[in-house]
């Protein structure tokens, strides 16, 4: 088994290698940290599907899933194994470390590593759920931020952009240089051209989700009362220029239009429910590259300090919420909102306030860098508190293996 020291090495917010000891450690804090549920469950527990469940919220949905409603089901993403140059991704340890997890908690789950766009994925999940699972389904969280989606039917692959719409936007932005100093800057990213606005709304919209329903409901899979959330964020208005109002705010609000036109179709055939669930603000690897959120996150930790709640914590209401341990919820526009602690009018003005006055010279006041840093890194397994990184570690961990024999817990 190959071992190595390993170090952060880094082009930014982006690293070239991830700690396994680290990501199976970081795994295990989450696990810890998600609230017990109120009553000990029976039985084998429901059927769910988590189709971006390696990392971010959808990581959190899987942990939070677990431990809150004792789900069993399948559980898909899309890493990258390790080589003799590189270290698998993140999200590769992390995911075999929730397999342990699982497989402690007496929980079936089985893990695919492939293109949740795809139909081959599709079909092969409805297999799993049709001959492992008895053929239904009661739960499917969505949390796919993949930058480019290929469409099964025409092979047309669509790419995302970050721009804003009308007019071109300058904002405010963090960066690290190499020795880790923080720079603040401003960033001037041009208006959406051309179909820039159909392209980022066909990859990241709501197409897939409703692909995925169209499929498993074809199948005859979708149990009675079957519900359906896909996750999103709305944000501050100091990023909505760049996020909810540009090409990326688009694809959310036909996610949303999508989950309007879903809830009516499942609440007719299965007395099911779609929505979509709004949650709060958290260092991900796919938020770290939209311009101005990694300075507003780490401004908003200045503000809430410990008070940030984490997405385990949101995940875990979310399940209550599904499952009917607590109430649904719901905004105007049908959502559920997790985030509301975030975009309180106290908070807000209290991180615009520290905005307007962050220069380089000035951000390590108003902002919790040291927070910040730490959670980047943590992203990929490093600075996890408990991990003696001047230890060699295996780096060539298998995927969670499907045991076709594995007990139908």
């Known amino acids: 088994m190959s071992e190595r020291v390993l170090i952060p090495r880094n082009r930014g917010f982006l690293f070239l290698d991830a700690h396994p000891a680290g990501c199976e450690r970081l795994v295990a804090d989450m696990w810890q940290a998600c609230p017990d549920p109120a009553d000990e469950r029976e039985g084998p527990g429901p059927v769910a599907l988590i189709i971006g469940s390696s990392a971010g919220y959808g990581l959190a949905a899987t942990l939070a899933g677990l431990k809150r409603a004792g789900i069993r ?41 492939g293109d949740a766009f795809s ?16 053929g239904r389904l009661d739960y499917l969280i969505y949390s796919v931020a993949a ?49 820039d606005v159909e392209q980022t709304v066909a990859a990241m919209g709501g197409a897939d989700w ?26 501050s208005p100091l990023t909505a220029a760049i996020y909810r109002e540009g090409t990326i705010g688009a694809a959310k609000a036909h996610l949303e239009a999508t989950a309007r036109t879903l809830n009516e179709r499942l609440d007719k055939t299965v007395g099911g429910r779609a929505v979509t669930s709004v949650n709060g ?34 995940l875990a209401t979310l399940w209550d919420q599904l499952t009917g341990a607590a109430p ?5 526009e049908g959502r559920v909102r997790l985030g509301t602690w975030e975009l309180t009018d106290d908070v807000q003005a209290a991180v615009a306030e520290r905005w307007d006055a962050a220069t380089t010279d000035t951000i390590t006041g108003p902002a919790d860098l040291d927070w910040f840093r730490a959670e980047v890194q943590r992203l990929y397994g490093f600075s996890v508190p408990g991990v003696d990184y001047t230890a060699a570690v295996p ?11 594995a007990s139908r817990c």
């Open 395 to 405: 780096t060539d961990i298998p995927w969670p293996a499907l045991d076709r024999d």
């Open 73 to 113: 089901g399948v559980m898909v993403s899309l890493e990258k194994a390790p080589t003799e140059r590189r270290t698998g991704t993140a999200g590769w340890y992390r995911t075999a470390a929730t397999a342990d997890i699982a497989r402690s908690a007496g929980r079936d789950l089985v893990f695919l590593n």
């Open 119 to 134: 139909d081959t994925m599709k079909i092969q999940v409805a297999d799993l759920i049709e001959q492992r699972f008895g």
């Open 147 to 195: 930058p480019r989606r290929t469409d099964p039917d025409t092979g047309t692959t669509y790419a995302s952009v970050l721009k804003p719409l009308g007019q071109e936007n300058r904002t405010k932005t963090l960066v690290f240089d190499g020795q880790g100093v923080p720079e603040v800057r401003e960033v001037e990213t041009g208006p959406a051209e051309g179909d």
């Open 328 to 332: 649904l919820t719901l905004d105007d």
């Open 210 to 235: 409703e692909r995925w329903i169209d499929h498993l409901a074809g199948r005859g899979l979708l149990g009675d009362g079957f519900a359906t959330a896909a996750l999103s964020y709305i944000g």
């Open 281 to 314: 603000a958290a260092v991900t690897q796919s938020s770290t590259a939209i311009p101005g959120i990694a300075l507003y996150t780490g401004l908003l930790r200045g503000v809430l300090g410990e008070n940030l709640v984490p997405p385990v914590h949101q």
